[in-house]
């Protein structure tokens, strides 16, 4: 997979090298997208014909987007399931005088004068923005270690809601995590700290990025499986 960066929009694609002169763009139904090249092309000549029909790609993708089954949204009632660091716990609304949030005998307890769901909603989004800012830092200064012998500079480190990315590396160097990475498990945060810190050393998804990844990261794949059973 490749990413191709258009605007605000992160475009994950699949690149297949054939036997072909011109560069052929799919977009399928269930929004994967797939650069058919030319053997000989560059990856910098590909990158740029993508970006001139990435408005036709977006716009082929929401298309399909409207016939994709639609997974239930929280709704931010009592009883629902959300999660924290890969474990399930049971969402409680309760009348108080704080506004609050905290864990306690699986539970999520959001205490608030008026809990209305809107109000349930803002108090855990916060709560994990929190716990995800405090978290990736800490995380993020011990996996850079593991890259001293490649003598890099630190790079900057953004927390950033994105639609369909637990993580991405900017051209620039910046690496962004999502906070909802905060509810998968802790080793799984790891991996995808790791995944992005390998991409300034091999910006492409190529053979020496997985090998790079695999030295860094032994058990990734493994970690990659776990990772693709929580959903964005």
């Known amino acids: 997979m490749e990413v191709l960066t258009y605007g605000h929009i992160d475009l994950s694609y699949t690149l297949e090298r054939h036997d072909r002169k011109s560069l052929g763009i799919e977009v399928h139904p269930d929004l994967s997208i797939v650069a058919k090249a030319p053997e000989t092309a560059s990856f910098e000549d590909i990158e740029g014909k993508l970006l001139k029909r990435a408005r036709w790609i977006v716009k082929q993708q929401q298309y399909f987007e409207q016939f994709l089954p639609r997974k239930p949204k929280s709704e931010y009632f009592s009883g629902e399931t959300h999660y924290y660091l890969g474990k399930s716990f049971l969402l409680k609304a309760r009348v108080g005088d704080t506004k609050t949030v905290k864990m306690k005998n699986g539970c999520l307890w959001v205490t608030h004068p008026n809990p ?20 990736f830092e800490n995380k993020f200064e011990v996996n850079f270690k593991k890259f001293e012998r490649f ?56 053979k020496q990025f997985y090998e790079l990844l695999e030295r860094q990261l032994p058990n990734y794949q493994f970690l990659k499986g776990r990772l693709e059973k929580f959903e964005l």
């Open 116 to 135: 209305s769901p809107s109000i349930t909603k803002t108090l855990l989004t916060d709560w994990y923005y929190q716990h995800a800012n405090k978290m």
């Open 151 to 206: 003598q890099l500079s630190k790079p900057e480190l953004e927390i950033r809601r994105m639609k369909n990315r637990w993580g991405s590396c900017s051209a620039q160097g910046i690496i962004r995590l999502n906070p909802e990475l905060i509810k998968t498990p802790s080793p799984c945060i790891d991996y995808v700290i790791i995944h992005e810190l390998c991409h300034l050393i091999e910006p492409n998804h190529s």
